[in-house]
């Protein structure tokens, strides 16, 4: 069984600040996406990384898929309260007869004023 | 207009019961999932179909039974219920294959008292 293994599961930072949340993993994963979901919804897709190293933008937000695509990160500049919520990574296995998406632990971040 | 829908929201009931969660997407998917969150946020795999066809299955017990009377539907119906079965359950929709972004419902939260 592949795990995804996130980091921090909690974070409560002010407004403006910056930070990282990191995504682990041993096994290598196809391609990985991160998704932020809110009380009361399902996740919502951000980004997908296909390529190892590979570097993407959203905004303040920047994604990187390690060289060997088992790890990930996503880093915040100057976050917003409207950043609040719950960040999943998810990586695709493809070793099976189907292709499936395992999640990682997710990460709690909460944005104050 | 809502893409992917599940229903009821919130289930609440008792220890042995039956009940059924309804799922319809209109985003023209032929790949259908349901999730299981628990009280932690980990979100995994139930099961998985394309074109009406069961391809997933976790490991799950059999008292859960999904059917896909068609491609834009997949219900959840689970039989003998326990204490263990109270989490949030998503469906989601996608095209098949990896890595497409994954649609979420807005999950539907089941106790069990």
């Known amino acids: 069984t592949q795990l995804l293994e996130q980091s921090p599961q909690f974070l409560s930072i002010q407004e403006g600040e910056n930070l990282t949340v990191y995504c682990n993993s041993s096994s290598v994963f196809s391609s990985l996406q991160w998704y932020r979901q809110e009380p009361g919804e399902g996740p919502v897709l951000l980004v997908t990384?296909?390529?190892?190293?590979e570097v993407k933008k959203l905004k303040r937000l920047t994604f990187q898929f390690g060289d060997a695509r088992k790890d990930s990160s996503l880093h915040i500049t100057a976050a917003q309260p409207g950043d609040t919520g719950l960040y999943l990574c998810?990586?695709?296995?493809?070793?099976?007869?189907?292709?499936?998406?395992?999640f990682g632990t997710g990460t709690r971040l909460q944005v104050t004023l | 207009d809502t893409a992917v829908s599940q229903t009821p929201k919130y289930l609440v009931t008792q220890m042995g019961n039956d009940k059924s969660i309804k799922c319809e997407q209109n985003?023209?998917?032929?790949?259908m999932y349901w999730y299981k969150q628990d009280s932690k946020k980990f979100l995994k795999i139930m099961f998985s179909y394309n074109n009406k066809e069961l391809i997933i299955n976790e490991t799950v017990p059999n008292r859960f039974s999904p059917k896909s009377p068609d491609k834009a539907h997949l219900n959840l119906h689970i039989n003998s219920l326990e204490l263990g079965d109270s989490a949030v359950y998503f469906c989601?929709?996608?095209?098949?294959?990896?890595?497409?972004?994954?649609?979420f419902g807005d999950g539907t939260r089941l106790s069990i008292l």
């Open positions: 985003l023209g998917h032929d790949t």
């Open positions: 990384v296909v390529t190892g190293g």
């Open positions: 989601a929709s996608s095209r098949h294959g990896a890595p497409q972004p994954q649609h």
């Open positions: 998810a990586g695709w296995d493809l070793t099976g007869t189907a292709s499936k998406l395992t």
